[in-house]
Nanobody, 120 residues
Framework: QVQLVESGGGLVQAGGSLRLSCAAS????????MAWYRQAPGKQRELVAS???????NYADSVKGRFTISRDNTKNTVYLQMNSLKPEDAAVYYC??????????????WGQGTQVTVSS
C-alpha cells in the first residue's frame, strides 16, 4: 500500500516561517503531480500549491511570493516552505500525490494532514 505522511506543522507567530514535508512510501512505481491543500475551520479545502513531475509549479494567489513548493524525487518527498505567515494561513495542511503502483496508471492519495497555527 501507499502512504503519505506529513510533518513540520506547528505554532508560529505572524511573520514567521515553517517548512512542511510529505514523504510517500510503499509500492511506488511513479509519482506524478504533487500538491499541498489546506482547510480552515468552516471552509472548504483549497489548493495551495502544486508541482509536476518535471518541476512546473502553480500557486494560489493568496500565497504567491510567500510560499515555495519543491520536491525531491529520489526521496519521494514534497516540501512546502512557508514564509511571512499570516493568521489567515492557519489551517490543516494536506499532502496530495498522483502515484502509480507497478504500472503507469496514476491514483490519487492523501496524507492525514498537519496543523499549522499562526498567532497574531
Amino acid at each position: 500500500q501507499v502512504q503519505l505522511v506529513e510533518s513540520g506543522g506547528g505554532l508560529v507567530q505572524a511573520g514567521g516561517s515553517l517548512r512542511l514535508s510529505c514523504a510517500a512510501s510503499g509500492s511506488i512505481f511513479t509519482i506524478g503531480r504533487m500538491a499541498w491543500y489546506r482547510q480552515a475551520p468552516g471552509k472548504q479545502r483549497e489548493l495551495v500549491a502544486s508541482i509536476s513531475s518535471g518541476g512546473s509549479t502553480n500557486y494560489a494567489d493568496s500565497v504567491k511570493g510567500r510560499f515555495t513548493i519543491s520536491r525531491d524525487n529520489t526521496k519521494n518527498t514534497v516540501y512546502l516552505q512557508m514564509n511571512s505567515l499570516k493568521p489567515e494561513d492557519a489551517a490543516v495542511y494536506y499532502c496530495n500525490a498522483a502515484i502509480s503502483t507497478r504500472s503507469y496508471q496514476l491514483n490519487d492519495f492523501w496524507g492525514q494532514g498537519t496543523q499549522v497555527t499562526v498567532s497574531s
